[in-house]
């Protein structure tokens, strides 16, 4: 987001020229060509001794940042925090919880990465506050207190709880105050009370607070399940579901009635106007295609980009995330091919594999057994990197990291598992069936510390880490890739550095070759802009593949593959990938 580019409005009135019109085609953001690299801060680095990594530990692995070449960092939540959700939960929006360090660690980072040409973009988490928060201490102490209306109060329903929505976290959405007699509605945890964005006073404090932000200098914010901050009007029940008590009430509220009015008004309030260059980002959870361009269409000015779910949804049931199914063949290409085109005159996509909620890109969408894991985590980058949208990299990604291998339910600490096991165990459930999901799906895949080198505790942390340090860093780490040819890391490196290079990877336009509908493992792809033509042919799976791209790619370039003795420039028939090979080629 710039104050020149996508705050304007348009003015152009016929349709031609409207439809020519999109922000980035006349004057591409700055966005267009970044790459995003997303620190969870608890498990990047640990500089104090304590286990847990903190703000010191990032500033001292600002060049490994650098060397990778992103533009922008995502920081999971450093703020005072009671850490129910690992700091989704926040109790003060302008201070730092002493876990991570100190405000002067803070500007020190925010200095650090802007004198390397890396802006820094928050976690912005308002669609609810921790139940420690003075809003919600206040709120609670009385029916009267000023701040009531700051948060869902409600009244119990025939001495229940007051509709029939389960939160995300097991459970009931509400939590009964004794002390008062009335619930209050948390999506989340119980110690996440949801605030009540219908109050204008609610909105204007979180409007200050990013304010004050923006005046310290960070560059944006990525604003968490900032879809869910409009619920529908009376709160009603969800449709019941056949031996559920609390159901799925995503529909009453996701992308509610007020949403976009909501984010317009966030855009005026905290960014027209302001001079810099920003970056915002909505998690969106459930997000259609017809919404997201809503969302990220720049002459309607609410959000650069959101997170959709759709390709990280596919394996599981909506009812229950740790049912895991694999998906249909093709199932994530089609899925992604999708959203390409959908966004493809308006909006913008995000394009991601893998975050602090996400198992990680490799074991998920590559093979992480011994004799693909290097070639297929080089191939999963190619495949999104080669798309039209802003990329984002989590931690430890760069370096093809892998799921943990935990065994028992006892080896899992986030709240949602701890409170999904429980809840099972209450009803008498099945544990083994329900683990076999939750080892693939668990966040705690992703939360396991970097894995710098081969020294103990993988040179996360001089003692044993919150979560345990995954048994492959005697081989799988950076100091083994950084600078070593053909490494994972190097291949991220020229995808970063290619997002640069060629305003084609950028800007041009996508369209699916029509012989990767015949094979679900093969994702052929090209993108163009004007003269300029780039071509990505990857095979996501194990068996040798032939790709026929038809005649007018004879002689492309080839800018990389995952290979390593690959022929320059392609000849004429179909294309032969090995195994989890992929290659990218360009005319012009
Ligand atoms: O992993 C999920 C729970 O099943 C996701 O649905 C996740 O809860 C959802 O993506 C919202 O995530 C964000 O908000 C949560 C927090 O726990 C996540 O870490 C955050 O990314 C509540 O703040």
Do not use: C
């Amino acid at each position: 987001m710039t104050t020149e580019t996508s705050t304007t409005t348009s003015t152009t009135t016929t349709t031609e020229q409207t439809a020519a019109s999109t922000a980035y085609q006349m004057e591409p953001a700055w966005w267009t060509n970044s790459v995003v690299y997303q620190i969870y801060p608890r498990s990047f680095a640990d500089a104090n001794g304590d286990g847990m990594g903190d703000l010191r530990g990032i500033i001292n692995h600002l060049d490994h940042l650098a060397e990778l070449g992103v533009d922008v960092v995502w920081l999971s939540p450093i703020y005072r925090s009671p850490q129910a959700d690992n700091g989704y939960d926040i109790s003060d929006y302008q201070d730092i919880d002493p876990l991570f360090g100190t405000m002067a660690d803070f500007e020190e980072l925010l200095t650090g990465l802007h004198d390397r040409g890396i802006k820094l973009m928050m976690d912005l988490v308002v669609n609810h506050t921790s139940d420690e928060h003075p809003w919600f201490v206040e709120s609670r102490s009385s029916t009267t207190s000023p701040k009531r209306d700051w948060y869902y109060w409600r009244d119990p329903r025939d001495g229940r709880e007051p509709n029939n929505w389960g939160s995300f976290f097991s459970g009931s959405t509400w939590q009964l105050d004794e002390a008062t007699g009335q619930y209050y509605l948390h999506l989340f945890d119980v110690k996440q009370p949801d605030l009540n964005w219908e109050n204008p006073e609610v909105r204007e404090a979180v409007y200050a607070m990013m304010r004050w932000w923006l005046d310290k200098g960070v560059d944006g914010f990525r604003m968490d399940v900032i879809n869910f901050l409009s619920k529908v009007d009376g709160l009603p029940d969800a449709p019941p579901v056949e031996g559920r008590e609390f159901v799925n009430a995503f529909a009453l509220y996701a992308d509610g009635p007020r949403m976009h009015e909501f984010l317009a008004e966030m855009h005026r309030e905290v960014f027209a106007g302001r001079p810099g260059q920003f970056i915002t980002v909505g998690e969106t959870p459930g997000v259609t295609t017809q919404e997201a361009v809503l969302y990220t269409d720049p002459r309607r000015a609410e959000l650069d980009m959101v997170f959709q779910f759709e390709h990280v949804g596919l394996d599981q049931l909506p009812t229950d995330k740790f049912a895991y199914a694999a998906p249909a063949p093709g199932a994530v290409k089609a899925s992604l091919y999708r959203w390409q085109t959908a966004l493809g005159q308006a909006g913008w996509n995000s394009l991601y594999w893998d975050n602090h909620d996400q198992p990680r890109a490799v074991s998920r969408f590559g093979d992480d057994d011994p004799q693909w894991w290097e070639t297929s985590a080089k191939t999963v980058a190619t495949i999104l990197h080669g798309m039209r949208g802003t990329p984002y990299v989590y931690q430890g990604e760069e370096i093809g990291m892998t799921n943990y291998p935990f065994a028992t339910g006892a080896d899992f600490q986030d709240v949602e598992v701890v409170n999904y096991l429980a809840s099972l165990r209450a009803r008498g459930g099945d544990e083994e069936t329900a683990l076999t999901g939750i080892r693939k799906i668990s966040r705690d895949n992703a939360r396991t510390p970097v894995q710098w080198d081969s020294g103990p505790y993988a040179g996360f942390s001089s003692v044993s880490p919150w979560l345990p340090v995954n048994p492959n860093a005697s081989w799988l780490n950076a100091a083994a890739q950084v600078g070593e040819s053909g490494s994972v890391f190097e291949h991220y490196k020229s995808l970063i550095a290619l997002r640069k290079s060629l305003p084609v990877l950028a800007l041009g336009s996508f369209e699916a070759i029509e012989s990767d509908a015949a094979n679900p493992a093969v994702w052929a792809y090209t993108r163009t802009l004007g003269e300029s033509r780039v071509l990505v042919v990857a095979n996501a799976g194990r068996e040798p593949v032939a790709v026929d791209v038809g005649e007018d790619w004879v002689g492309a370039r080839l800018v990389l593959g995952s290979g390593l003795d690959v022929e320059p420039v392609l000849g004429a028939g179909p294309v032969p990938l090995a195994g989890w090979e992929s290659r990218m080629y360009l005319i012009k």
